[in-house]
T-cell receptor, first 113, second 112 residues
Framework: AQSVTQPDIHITVSEGASLELRCNYSYGATPYLFWYVQSPGQGLQLLLKYFSGDTLVQGIKGFEAEFKRSQSSFNLRKPSVHWSDAAEYFCAVGRGEAQKLVFGQGTRLTINP | ETGVTQTPRHLVMGMTNKKSLKCEQHLGHNAMYWYKQSAKKPLELMFVYNFKEQTENNSVPSRFSPECPNSSHLFLHLHTLQPEDSALYLC???????????FGPGTRLTVT
């Protein structure tokens, strides 16, 4: 069965520091991969997605993610975080014929001034 | 603004009440979803509708009843809820089921 693991429940970084959020998945075929962000009390916003092709994908708000098939990972990165990046981040995996996405448990990001 | 709206944004209801949550998408999508998000729990998929047909019911109790009259609208009818049903209920849509999903802002439900 497909699954997504986000090993870090909570991460704290200083403003201006680099960020990497981890995501590992289990899936029978090459999946579609997504990162979403959720601000408190809000819905989820799509940051970026990987379907095929270049394994380094660029998203909104300066985020990027790299698909590594050998490690079953799709880690999210940002070179320099801003206070406004404080939020909950969700990794998700799916594929059209599966008809649904499976979400990880989320990583809460706190930014220190 | 994602093109997916949900009403109401907040709802307080007693255990004997009947209420409905509404979701509308303006994106021309064909698939719609209901999720439940509780504190300290992963996002739980409840229902999937693809081209107005329900394709997934994730063992949801019958006190939650979905309705999808057309591809743009999705309802969640609530009756005889329990306090543990208090949560943020999120609606999402996608071009087809399994594709990237666009989420509404959610309805914060409190059952008293």
């Amino acid at each position: 069965a497909q699954s997504v693991t986000q090993p870090d429940i909570h991460i704290t970084v200083s403003e201006g520091a680099s960020l990497e959020l981890r995501c590992n998945y289990s899936y029978g075929a090459t999946p579609y991969l997504f990162w979403y962000v959720q601000s408190p009390g809000q819905g989820l916003q799509l940051l970026l997605k990987y379907f095929s092709g270049d394994t380094l994908v660029q998203g909104i708000k300066g985020f990027e993610a790299e698909f590594k098939r050998s490690q079953s990972s799709f880690n999210l990165r940002k070179p320099s975080v801003h206070w406004s990046d404080a939020a909950e981040y969700f990794c998700a995996v799916g594929r059209g014929e599966a008809q649904k996405l499976v979400f990880g448990q989320g990583t809460r990001l706190t930014i220190n001034p | 603004e994602t093109g997916v709206t949900q009403t109401p944004r907040h709802l307080v209801m007693g255990m004997t009440n009947k209420k409905s949550l509404k979701c509308e998408q303006h994106l021309g999508h064909n698939a719609m979803y209901w999720y439940k998000q509780s504190a300290k729990k992963p996002l739980e998929l409840m229902f999937v509708y693809n081209f107005k047909e329900q394709t997934e019911n994730n063992s949801v109790p019958s006190r939650f009843s979905p309705e999808c009259p057309n591809s743009s609208h999705l309802f969640l009818h609530l009756h005889t809820l329990q306090p543990e049903d208090s949560a943020l209920y999120l609606c999402a849509s996608s071009q087809i089921a399994g594709d990237e999903q666009y989420f509404g802002p959610g309805t914060r439900l409190t059952v008293t």
